[in-house]
């Protein structure tokens, strides 16, 4: 199976820890981020990684040139020259993702022991043309699924704004995204007419409008799991704590 890794983004609220290295490469419990994701990829047999780069772009490609790029096939997606976002970078990767399975896609700064293999197995079971990890945690931002689990829209719940506008925020159940999905290839040729608007878009927005359309899915674990947004100082923190009290 293959997947992306976000590891372009800027790390501008780990700053100033990220004003010399990209946020991938912030250690937690002594180990880069991005070292940590792709062991735990590797655990649910993915052998295909893409991983852009934008912020220090060329420390990421030397931390994974000395490390013979943790012994799986890898491509740099390089995004030196513009940032383009979730969505934007996922379809500039069109070219090692397309085929006929779908892949994983993972942010750098997420830290989890979520049974990815089971998500997977949820996503394969169910024809869902993306499947989104959520649970029920308080956010500002949440994703509007039904009984069933198939998002139908979002809402913002510190601006009152909802998408799309006809859609009842109390007809749904909220979920935050947790920064993992999982995308079937037969998304590509929708992001490609999305794109068209842009090319530097976020991913959410895209499956805001096509959920319509698309069966985009939630997923939330039957089973307890830890979570952690290393993108900000606290939970940084709490992340090192757990590391650590998991040795």
């Not at 780990?14 to 990829?41: C, F």
């Not at 999982?182 to 999305?194: G, K, M, Q, T």
């Not at 991913?203 to 319509?212: H, L, R, S």
Request: net charge negative; hydrophobic share 40%.
């Amino acid at each position: 199976m293959k997947a992306m890794i976000f590891a372009a983004g800027l790390g501008t609220r780990l700053r100033p820890i990220t004003d010399n290295k990209p946020k991938a490469l912030v250690e937690v419990g002594g180990v880069p981020m991005l070292r940590r994701v792709i062991e735990n990829l590797k655990r649910y047999e993915i052998d295909e990684i893409v991983v852009n780069v934008h912020h220090f772009p060329d420390r990421i490609k030397e931390y994974l040139s000395v490390n013979d790029n943790f012994g799986v096939k890898l491509h740099i997606s390089d995004e030196s020259d513009k940032l383009l976002d979730t969505g934007g970078g996922i379809l500039k990767a069109r070219e090692w993702l397309d085929g006929d399975e779908p892949f994983l896609v993972h942010n750098a700064d997420i830290l989890t022991d979520v049974d990815l293999g089971e998500m997977i197995q949820r996503h394969r079971e169910s024809d869902a043309d993306a499947t989104l990890l959520v649970a029920q945690r308080t956010t500002s931002r949440y994703l509007l699924m039904d009984n069933v689990m198939r998002m139908h829209g979002w809402a913002n719940v510190k601006t009152g704004e909802v998408k799309p506008a006809e859609v009842d925020m109390a007809d749904y159940r909220a979920y935050a995204f947790g920064g993992v999905h999982i995308v079937s290839p037969s998304l590509f040729d929708d992001l490609e007419r999305y794109g068209r608007k842009a090319d530097v878009f976020s991913i959410m927005p895209f499956y805001i409008e096509a959920c319509g359309a698309k069966k985009i899915a939630g997923y939330e674990p039957a089973i307890d799991y830890n979570w952690f947004d290393i993108g900000k100082p606290e939970t940084l923190k709490s992340a090192c704590e757990w590391v650590k009290d998991s040795l």
